[in-house]
C-alpha cells in the first residue's frame, strides 16, 4: 500500500481526500504540525506528498522549498490559485504537477497516479552489499544504521556509487552540485565531500571514498566488501 502525505488545513477537504485515496487503496496520513514537516517525511516515507498552497504561517511555496532541500520525493501542488505564475513557481521550486481548485478528485487520482509511474521509471536506491543509498528519502543505510543526508551529499555520493569503482571528476561533481539558485565552487565541493565522508565513517565505513589528486575521486566497493 503507497502512503501520501496530505498537508491541506482545510479538514472537510482533508477527509474527502482521504476516504476517497482509502477507496483506491492508497494510506494517507495527514500533517497537522506543520512544524514537524522534516520529522514526519522521514517517519512515514510517503511515496508522494500532496501540498497546498494556501497554508497557515507559511504558503506551500515555503513548505516545497524545504521538501527539497532533504527529499526527492514527488509533489503535487494543490491551489485555488489558478495564475499561470503560480503555477510556474511551483514547478521551478520543484512541483511535479499542479491542480487548481474547485478540482475532480479523480482527476487528481490520475495525477497521483501518473505522477507514481513517471517515479517508479527511476532507480530508487542503490545498493552494494550492505550498503543503501534510499533515493526517495536521501537515506544512507548501512547493516542497523541509517544517515540522512543533505540535497549536496546526497547528489555527490548517489554520483560516486552510481559510478563505484570508477573516477569521478571535480567538474562532473560540481555540475551535478549546481542549479539555478546556488553558486558552487572548488571549496562549497570539498567540504561536502568531506561531510559525506565523516557521515559514512559514523555508519562504520572507513575509506570509502579515495581522492585522485587533481583529478576527482574514487568510490571504492573493495572496501565495504572487507568490513
Known amino acids: 500500500m503507497s502512503t501520501i502525505l496530505l498537508i491541506e488545513d482545510n479538514e472537510s477537504l482533508q477527509k474527502y481526500i482521504q476516504e476517497y485515496l482509502n477507496a483506491y487503496g492508497f494510506e494517507v496520513h495527514v500533517l497537522n504540525d506543520y512544524d514537524t514537516l522534516h520529522k514526519t517525511i522521514s517517519a512515514v516515507s510517503p511515496k508522494l506528498i500532496l501540498l497546498d498552497v494556501t497554508l497557515p504561517k507559511?504558503?506551500?511555496?515555503?513548505?516545497?522549498?524545504?521538501?527539497r532541500k532533504h527529499f526527492s520525493i514527488p509533489v503535487?501542488?494543490?491551489?485555488?490559485?489558478?495564475?499561470?505564475?503560480?503555477?510556474?513557481?511551483?514547478?521551478?521550486?520543484?512541483a511535479d504537477d499542479y491542480v487548481t481548485k474547485p478540482f475532480s478528485v479523480g482527476v487528481l487520482l490520475a495525477k497521483i497516479n501518473a505522477v507514481l509511474r513517471r517515479a517508479d521509471t527511476f532507480v530508487n536506491c542503490y545498493s552494494i552489499d550492505d550498503l543503501?543509498?534510499?533515493?526517495?528519502?536521501?537515506?544512507?543505510?548501512?547493516?542497523?544504521?541509517?544517515?540522512?543526508?543533505?540535497?549536496?551529499?546526497?547528489?555527490?555520493?548517489?554520483?560516486?556509487?552510481?559510478?563505484?569503482?570508477?573516477?569521478?571528476?571535480?567538474?562532473?561533481?560540481?555540475?551535478?552540485?549546481?542549479?539555478?539558485?546556488?553558486?558552487?565552487?572548488?571549496?562549497?565541493?570539498?567540504?561536502?565531500?568531506?561531510?559525506?565522508?565523516?557521515?559514512?565513517?559514523?555508519?562504520?565505513?572507513?575509506?570509502?571514498?579515495?581522492?585522485?589528486?587533481?583529478?576527482?575521486?574514487?568510490?571504492?566497493?573493495?572496501?565495504i566488501q572487507n568490513v
Not at 82 to 91: T, V
Not at 172 to 192: A, G, I, K, P
Open 58 to 67: 507559511y504558503d506551500g511555496f515555503y513548505y516545497l522549498k524545504l521538501i
Open 76 to 94: 503535487i501542488m494543490i491551489s485555488a490559485r489558478s495564475e499561470e505564475g503560480d503555477q510556474i513557481r511551483g514547478m521551478e521550486l520543484g
Open 132 to 223: 543503501t543509498l534510499c533515493c526517495d528519502t536521501m537515506i544512507v543505510k548501512y547493516k542497523d544504521k541509517s544517515m540522512e543526508l543533505s540535497k549536496n551529499e546526497y547528489k555527490i555520493l548517489h554520483a560516486l556509487i552510481k559510478n563505484a569503482g570508477q573516477i569521478v571528476s571535480r567538474e562532473r561533481l560540481l555540475e551535478e552540485l549546481w542549479d539555478d539558485v546556488s553558486f558552487v565552487d572548488d571549496n562549497t565541493l570539498t567540504v561536502n565531500i568531506t561531510r559525506v565522508k565523516k557521515k559514512l565513517l559514523d555508519l562504520g565505513l572507513e575509506n570509502c571514498i579515495s581522492t585522485r589528486r587533481g583529478v576527482g575521486y574514487v568510490f571504492d566497493t573493495f572496501t
